[in-house]
């Protein structure tokens, strides 16, 4: 009898635990997935992508996404997962959804890949109000034609009609952006690149606008460029010359099998690549303009090199490699006194490769100058400067050999010519001249 009766209680109490893991597996995740899209603008069109990201502790088993209207469900993305991870991203294009303009709803249906609902998870319907939205921005230019010189800079002001998520110029392929103002307008301060033509330049820039559903703007930006000549220079590399450049900077071509290899690897690739540094330095721009007046270059100082100068690299009399020269090269006394050539924020200090000892300075609206191959570094990162502080020395650093400061102003990222920069008159007849309101009428 007695034995019955623990047989009994054995089987209750197994009973009861199967029922209580049971009931913890699948009610132990009640909650559905937490969902965030971006970007979540409350608009949307044919041409926007979105990104729906959605995060659970069971895994992520599902998601589905539909456009509401009228009471009716138009799905626009489903995708089912066979491995349950605990995030995962989804992204949505728009481009076959065929909706007029007006109110809808975003409805998102996220299934976790918990036991819950005998094994089917829990799903979690998150709607959100949106507008399918068609009319592309409209862009009305405030300034005249852009006057432009080959390895110069632009710029134009413009307003847009609604609020957008990105505007600015197009050279070919390459985004230049334009900056808010307090005003409503936008300024954007755009590169003529050394190696683009005149007419091909004339024929590739574009203003441009995306709103914030996705509609996007993209006119012909009509400019007046000219052509602007540059020198050309042989330059003979001895090898007392490759020499002293491999002794010095052997650390930026450890691969190389000899002095000449070294020196063209420096000049190429290491060349490379510190402008792709400084396309990234460039964006860490103020949105407004830090700057006043014409921009100071090195106090008593000789010119020995000029802007975009094209170096023709010659070995043993045959031709094997060249080099365009980007900045302006200005020769004082030796560690002579470098000030800030104008108002600005710090953005580098340090070692980049054929600039030796560099310091970049932020002027706003992605204007930047540079001062490299100092011997020394009386500045750091963040701080902000006043135009004539002495920021450094000068020096032979990186790829140099003698003492000097190579100067360059940066505009988005991308080297042009200084002269312009330390010009009054083109200071006043291209930036502060065109930046004036206009006179009212009496």
């Not at 132990?28 to 995060?55: C, F, W, Y």
């Not at 334009?178 to 307008?185: E, M, R, T, V």
């Not at 420096?266 to 396309?279: K, S």
């Not at 032979?396 to 002269?419: K, M, N, Q, S």
Request: charged share 20%.
């Amino acid at each position: 009898m007695r034995f019955r009766t623990i047989c009994s209680a054995s089987f209750f109490f197994s009973l009861f635990f199967l029922i209580a893991f049971g009931g913890y597996t699948f009610f132990k995740d009640l909650d559905g997935p937490e969902v965030v899209i971006t970007p979540n603008t409350g608009r949307i069109s044919q041409n926007a992508m979105l990104s729906v990201h959605v995060k659970d502790p069971s895994g992520i088993r599902a998601v589905q996404v539909g456009i509401r209207k009228n009471n009716v469900l138009t799905p626009v993305h489903k995708e089912e997962f066979k491995e349950f991870l605990k995030e995962q991203v989804v992204d949505v294009s728009f481009k076959d959804v065929q909706l007029k303009e007006g109110a809808l709803e975003l409805e998102i249906r996220a299934t976790d890949g918990s036991k819950a609902g005998f094994g089917q998870g829990n799903t979690k319907t998150v709607l959100l109000p949106f507008r399918f939205d068609t009319k592309p921005p409209y862009i009305s230019l405030k300034t005249g034609l852009p006057t432009v010189r080959r390895g110069g800079t632009g710029m134009v002001r413009y307003e847009i009609d609604e609020e957008i998520s990105m505007s600015g110029v197009l050279i070919d392929t390459y985004f230049v952006p334009g900056y808010l103002q307090k005003d409503g307008s936008y300024i954007c301060f755009f590169p003529f690149p050394y190696s683009m033509t005149a007419q091909d330049f004339k024929k590739k820039i574009k203003i441009t606008a995306v709103d914030l559903a996705g509609n996007v703007t993209q006119n012909r930006l009509n400019v007046l460029a000219y052509e602007r000549k540059f020198k050309i220079d042989k330059l003979d590399l001895t090898d007392d010359f490759l020499a002293t450049v491999q002794a010095k900077l052997a650390h930026l071509c450890p691969q190389a099998t000899n002095n000449l290899d070294c020196y063209l690897t420096i000049n190429g690739h290491e060349r490379m690549t510190n402008a792709r540094r400084l396309l990234e330095i460039g964006k860490d721009t103020a949105q407004a303009m830090l700057w006043s007046g014409n921009f100071m270059r090195l106090p008593r100082s000789a010119a020995r090199a000029g802007y975009a100068d094209h170096r023709l690299l010659t070995y043993k009399g045959k031709q094997v490699g060249e080099s365009y020269h980007l900045g302006y090269d200005f020769a004082s006394l030796r560690n002579a006194d470098v000030p800030a050539a104008n108002n600005g924020r710090v953005v580098f200090t340090g070692d980049m490769g054929i600039y030796g000892n560099l310091v970049v300075i932020d002027h706003g609206l992605g204007v930047m100058s540079l001062y490299s191959h100092l011997n020394e570094i009386l500045t750091q990162k963040g701080d902000i400067v006043e135009k004539g502080k002495i920021i450094g020395r000068t020096g032979t650093t990186g790829l140099a050999f003698g003492d000097h400061l190579h100067f360059g102003i940066l505009v988005a990222g991308i080297e042009v010519t200084p002269l312009e920069w330390i010009d009054p008159k083109w200071i006043r007849d291209n930036i502060t001249g065109k930046l004036q309101p206009a006179p009212q009428n009496p």
